[in-house]
């Protein structure tokens, strides 16, 4: 019997050797029987494997009046399947130190599996009985609903929380972005164990099926486990498709909260993956306000003010938009000056330009950074390949990558400044001087 602390030893070790090693590795694109295809990195320096996976249509495809469905239905995938209820599923991965783990998103739904692999046949076989068998069982919707209601509930009290869902209602009205992914206390009341399991059959497909798998495993094995996990899920999924939507810029919103401190969301423009000029615009991000205590919001904001403890910049990118923000929290007495330099630090860089000495710091550390923060294990890998497959980027991406910021001049990240700051953003501040 293979315990945790021995995987857990393994794992660590394998993070080491891995996060040197993967730029070297061949990407394998490989293609089952039955027509599945998966990227593939073989390493056999431990025996583990590593699977991530996802299906197109996270919790934007809710039924309507029924908004959290999706969540739920996520939520539930690994409580019980087959003839195991959710105790004895449970107990059986921790017997063999399986991991097994699902999620939602905006846009997709989420898993992985990491497994010894003397252990990958009941691995595999657990996952294939929990995508295609699972029980939802009336104790655990129960169980789960209570636990989403209560988080809900507690949201309403969180100044951050209620900021986030001001901002996307605000920005992207009447469009199923809007929506809490949670839903509120009326829509979870609302969802039936026939929602559950109609969701289910429509979003778990095979069309829309992305896998990235890294360990001790071959091509002519992962086709076979490919098929045996997947082969016997719907061919074609029902997910509804979207509309693309541009954020609603140019609104200012304030809901007045009994909390100390102040929370301020500015958006702008933003740019999706697979634009062009993403780099230019990734670059130009950290230079603002993504690069922690180098950046200038947080010189002029923290540092030479004293005005927060912390402020930040960062690209949100989804299937269907795309933005910018730039946010902080603070002291009610300190929220207008706040507000006022972010904006005018935002307005300099656009006009302005950043120097050629920032923009060559800014490339060292998203170049250097990226392995450190997505390549370190093999769980994070097999979760790249999978990102690399959704957003199209290729399979040389993780070695072209570094050569396509160096190729970001000054000039694109300037002018990508110019075409998204130079405009006036949506505004959300919740906090005690709102009222």
Do not use: W
Request: net charge negative; proline share 3%.
């Amino acid at each position: 019997m293979i315990k945790r602390p021995f995987f857990a030893l393994i794992t660590l070790i394998s993070t080491c050797l891995l996060s040197f090693s993967v730029l070297a590795v061949e990407i394998k694109e490989l293609r089952s029987d039955r027509g599945i295809t998966a990227l593939l990195v073989e390493d056999y320096t431990l025996p583990i494997i590593s699977m991530s996976y996802s299906f197109r249509g996270g919790t934007t495809q809710d039924p309507e009046g029924k908004t959290g469905a999706v969540r739920l239905m996520a939520a539930l995938i690994d409580e019980g399947a087959g003839d195991l209820d959710s105790a004895a599923f449970r107990a059986r991965l921790e017997e063999l130190g399986i991991e097994l783990r699902f999620s939602s998103s905006r846009d997709f739904l989420s898993g992985g599996l990491r497994t010894l692999r003397s252990d990958r046949s009941t691995a595999f076989d657990m996952l294939k009985l929990a995508l295609n068998e699972p029980r939802f069982d009336p104790e655990a919707i129960e169980r789960l609903r209570d636990a989403i209601r209560t988080g809900i509930i507690r949201s309403k009290t969180n100044p951050g929380s209620v900021a986030s869902l001001t901002l996307r209602q605000t920005l992207f009205e009447g469009h199923p972005y809007s929506l809490r992914a949670s839903g509120d206390e009326t829509t979870i009341e609302n969802i039936s164990r026939e929602d559950i399991a109609d969701l289910h059959k429509k979003l778990f497909a095979r069309d829309t099926l992305t896998v990235g798998v890294v360990g001790a495993i071959s091509e002519e094995e992962l086709k076979q486990v490919l098929d045996e996990t997947f082969g016997a899920l719907p061919e074609r999924s029902q997910a509804a498709a979207l509309v693309e939507i541009e954020p609603k810029l140019g609104e200012t919103v304030s809901i007045g909260m009994p909390v100390p401190n102040a929370s301020v969301s500015l958006i702008y423009k933003g740019l999706k993956r697979d634009d062009p000029d993403f780099f230019a615009a990734h670059l130009m991000n950290y230079i603002l306000g993504g690069g922690s205590f180098t950046s200038r919001l947080y010189t002029e904001v923290r540092e030479k003010r004293g005005l927060a403890y912390g402020v930040s910049s960062g690209l949100a990118t989804f299937e269907n938009t795309a933005y910018l923000t730039a946010g902080t929290s603070t002291r009610a007495d300190n929220q207008e000056e706040a507000i006022r330099i972010i904006r005018q630090e935002i307005r300099k860089l656009a006009e302005n330009g950043v120097s050629e000495e920032e923009l060559e710091a800014a490339k060292k550390f998203v170049s250097g950074s990226y392995a450190i923060s997505n390549l370190d294990t093999s769980g994070k890998i097999a979760r790249v390949l999978v990102a690399i497959q959704n957003q199209n980027l290729g399979t040389d991406y993780i070695v072209k990558r570094k050569k396509l910021i160096e190729n970001v001049t000054l000039e694109d990240v300037n002018q990508i400044a110019k075409k998204l700051l130079l405009v006036e953003p949506t505004q959300v501040v919740v906090g005690p001087a709102t009222q």
